[in-house]
């Protein structure tokens, strides 16, 4: 991925909640995109992992709870992926 492209999405992950969606598996989009602050969807949606890092990172693992607002505000429960 060019780096002014990532560089564009790694803003827009500031803003708003975003995500890759690819047919690919979620590693190889991984790799191609390398940005821990993004929800991505490998396999065509099959496969979820959200963010590691950044304002919308994952709260709790056990439960895949992920910080989508402002501190203290609920957090949005997305399905485990097979890593978690």
Known sequence: ???DTRAVLKELATVVPTAI???RCLEKVE???????LFYAGSHGLDIKGPQ???YA???PT????????IGDKPV????TRDQ
């Open 1 to 3: 991925m060019p780096e």
């Open 21 to 23: 969606i690819s047919g």
């Open 31 to 37: 790799s191609f995109v390398q940005l821990k602050e």
């Open 53 to 55: 890092e950044g304002q």
């Open 58 to 60: 994952l709260v709790d």
């Open 63 to 70: 439960t895949c709870d992920y910080q989508v607002g402002p």
């Open 77 to 80: 429960r997305i399905f485990p």
